[in-house]
């Protein structure tokens, strides 16, 4: 099977400009054909369109990576087991994507285009099916947690700790996606806050964002006892990233947990690097996690914890994370990871790199809180 990428791309340049448009004809053309697909998805659909959007740009720029396009469409396959995507839905969508495209190019799009998304379509079907029918073998689609403890540390931040039902195979650093049964079918992802432990417990940091569903559903309509259901582990921002024995932490908010997960796991590293954590937070009452993070110092021994506090006026010094790095006249010499939302890593990489510090050693996790994700096509 030959994919011609010229044809892809230059196709794809076609109906770039109206995706958006594309996105809502897609899924309005594959929901009419075929409507038993509706109940898989949301009620509301927007993020959900965006996430095709996501998804098809991922593809489509990286068509010439053949191990890490299939690595990609391998987790989105093992993710999409959560959601009921069995094989003989891939045709259905395939057939109204290449559709939804041929029509909002108005005019100027060719049968050899068809061919070529075609082809390359039946490709992305055959490797996330394979990927799936691996995963079926060795894991569930989705898990089911009870929740044993709901701790509210801030109005807008609550800590959950959840048992799920079956052993989660996860690594210290990744996150997991969470449906709660107040929103059937919409999931929203969520670092988990611990490294692996004996007791399978799980740890979440919910930050109630201005109109989240989830967010709000969790923090303010789960109680202890109360179910949810768990995605499969995703992400890559794990400690064997780094090659250095001296590593930066720069936290925004709840972009902590993933990050104390990997304190919690450098806990038990033979040669247990030094770490220095800056976690930003907009006012001192917003520091939700300070007691954890005082037992996980005592226990670590080589972990500095800086608190760093943006929008209080009486507050002196007054900065965000990153400032505290030319505050304590720190230079990164070694493999600095940064989680929080997307604007917060995005001026932080940006002022790292200003310092000096190569982008080889900085390390993020675009999602939870931004793009790009995987996204189930």
């Given at each position: 099977?030959?994919?011609d990428i010229g044809l892809i791309r230059y196709s794809w340049s076609l109906v770039e400009p109206v995706a958006g448009?594309?996105?809502?004809?897609?899924?309005?053309?594959?929901?009419?054909?075929?409507?038993?697909?509706?109940?898989?998805?949301?009620?509301?659909?927007?993020?959900?369109?965006?996430?095709?959007?996501?998804?098809?740009?991922?593809?489509?720029?990286?068509?010439?990576?053949?191990?890490?396009?299939?690595?990609?469409?391998?987790?989105?396959?093992?993710?999409?087991?959560?959601?009921?995507?069995?094989?003989?839905?891939?045709?259905?969508?395939?057939?109204?994507?290449?559709?939804?495209?041929?029509?909002h190019a108005q005019g100027a799009w060719l049968p050899a285009y068809d061919d070529a998304w075609m082809t390359a379509?039946?490709?992305?079907?055959?490797?996330?099916?394979?990927?799936?029918?691996?995963?079926?073998?060795?894991?569930?689609?989705?898990?089911?947690?009870?929740?044993?403890?709901?701790?509210?540390?801030?109005?807008?931040?609550?800590?959950?700790?959840?048992?799920?039902?079956?052993?989660?195979?996860?690594?210290?650093?990744?996150?997991?996606?969470?449906?709660?049964?107040?929103?059937?079918?919409?999931?929203?992802?969520?670092?988990?806050?611990?490294?692996?432990?004996?007791?399978?417990?799980?740890?979440?940091?919910?930050?109630?964002?201005?109109?989240?569903?989830?967010?709000?559903?969790?923090?303010?309509?789960?109680?202890?006892?109360?179910?949810?259901?768990?995605?499969?582990?995703?992400?890559?921002?794990?400690?064997?990233?780094?090659?250095?024995?001296?590593?930066?932490?720069?936290?925004?908010?709840?972009?902590?947990?993933?990050?104390?997960?990997?304190?919690?796991?450098?806990?038990?590293?033979?040669?247990?690097?030094?770490?220095?954590?800056?976690?930003?937070?907009?006012?001192?009452?917003?520091?939700?996690?300070?007691?954890?993070?005082?037992?996980?110092?005592?226990?670590?021994?080589?972990?500095?914890?800086?608190?760093?506090?943006?929008?209080?006026?009486?507050?002196?010094?007054?900065?965000?994370?990153?400032d505290a790095l030319d505050y304590h006249r720190i230079i990164p010499r070694g493999d600095v990871f940064v989680c929080?939302?997307?604007?917060?890593?995005?001026?932080?990489?940006?002022?790292?790199?200003?310092?000096?510090?190569?982008?080889?050693?900085?390390?993020?996790?675009?999602?939870?809180?931004?793009?790009?994700?995987?996204?189930?096509?």
């Amino acid at each position: 099977m030959t994919i011609d990428i010229g044809l892809i791309r230059y196709s794809w340049s076609l109906v770039e400009p109206v995706a958006g448009k594309l996105a809502m004809h897609f899924y309005g053309r594959l929901f009419a054909n075929y409507p038993h697909i509706r109940e898989m998805f949301p009620p509301a659909m927007d993020m959900q369109r965006d996430r095709l959007l996501q998804a098809l740009t991922q593809v489509v720029l990286n068509l010439e990576d053949g191990e890490g396009l299939s690595d990609y469409l391998g987790t989105l396959a093992r993710d999409h087991r959560k959601y009921g995507v069995r094989p003989e839905h891939y045709p259905a969508v395939g057939s109204c994507l290449v559709a939804a495209m041929r029509y909002h190019a108005q005019g100027a799009w060719l049968p050899a285009y068809d061919d070529a998304w075609m082809t390359a379509y039946n490709f992305i079907a055959e490797v996330m099916i394979q990927a799936a029918e691996q995963d079926a073998a060795q894991t569930p689609p989705t898990w089911v947690g009870t929740v044993v403890s709901h701790e509210v540390r801030t109005p807008e931040v609550a800590v959950i700790t959840v048992a799920p039902d079956q052993p989660y195979p996860f690594r210290a650093g990744q996150y997991a996606t969470l449906q709660s049964a107040h929103w059937p079918r919409v999931w929203r992802s969520y670092s988990i806050a611990n490294a692996p432990r004996e007791d399978n417990l799980l740890s979440f940091h919910v930050r109630m964002v201005s109109g989240g569903w989830v967010s709000t559903a969790l923090m303010h309509h789960t109680r202890p006892g109360d179910s949810l259901l768990l995605g499969p582990p995703r992400g890559s921002l794990v400690l064997d990233r780094a090659s250095s024995s001296h590593l930066v932490f720069i936290a925004g908010g709840t972009g902590l947990a993933p990050l104390k997960a990997l304190i919690e796991e450098s806990v038990w590293v033979p040669d247990r690097p030094a770490i220095d954590l800056f976690h930003g937070v907009r006012r001192s009452a917003d520091a939700y996690d300070n007691g954890d993070l005082q037992r996980l110092r005592a226990q670590h021994r080589r972990l500095r914890i800086v608190q760093t506090v943006s929008d209080e006026p009486q507050q002196r010094p007054r900065h965000n994370a990153v400032d505290a790095l030319d505050y304590h006249r720190i230079i990164p010499r070694g493999d600095v990871f940064v989680c929080g939302s997307t604007e917060m890593v995005r001026v932080t990489t940006a002022r790292l790199v200003a310092m000096g510090v190569p982008y080889d050693r900085i390390h993020t996790e675009f999602a939870p809180g931004g793009a790009p994700t995987l996204a189930r096509l």
